[in-house]
């Protein structure tokens, strides 16, 4: 079975601060992607980024990166110089090669103060 | 957008009457995902389909069923509505597994 786990159900810094946020998943495939999404109080879905397990280079999208350790199946998203737009439910996830089910960690609700 | 609208945005219902919710894509893919979100769960897969009339279960289908009669259109059914059934339920679609999910904008389904 695939399985997502963010233990941090809340979290709360300050603006301009570093955040990251902590993901883990467990799989007993060698193949998948891994998935942040960000819900804003709007309700939309956004993709914040992937990584394909394959690549050993953490991926990066401006102030977003991620922290991808396999062994320890880890997925940590980190987010610098917050700011106060980043306030919104952010899941983790992930989908095995070849299947089509994309599993959502219970997500983190990220709150960024003025 | 990215091509995918829900119908409705909310909707109210008595426990016990059939609803359906619309999921509409312009992007001619594939699969297409129907998913809820319930605090404390994330979201769960609840059917999907990977082609006109073929669909599958996800985690929670119970109490669900769904039709794709045409590539653009994946419906949603709850035959009888009940009050577990109150949730925000979201339709996704995909081009490919790399590329993730992409949303709609979700229905907010209340079941009185």
Known sequence: ?114 | DAGITQSPRHKVTETGTPVTLRCHQTENHRYMYWYRQDPGHGLRLIHYSYGVKDTDKGEVSDGYSVSRSKTEDFLLTLESATSSQTSVYFCAITPGQFYGYTFGSGTRLTVV
Do not use: H
């Open chain 1, 1 to 114: 079975a695939q399985t997502v786990t963010q233990s941090q159900p809340e979290m709360s810094v300050q603006e301009a601060e570093t955040v990251t946020l902590s993901c883990t998943y467990d799989t007993s495939e060698n193949n998948y992607y891994l998935f942040w999404y960000k819900q804003p109080p709007s309700r939309q879905m956004i993709l914040v980024i992937r990584q394909e397990a394959y690549k050993q280079q953490n991926a990066t999208e401006n102030r977003f990166s991620v922290n991808f350790q396999k062994a320890a199946k880890s997925f940590s998203l980190k987010i610098s110089d917050s700011q106060l737009g980043d306030t919104a439910m952010y899941f983790c996830a992930s989908l095995i090669q070849g299947a089509q089910k994309l599993v959502f960690g219970q997500g983190t609700r990220l709150t960024i103060n003025p």
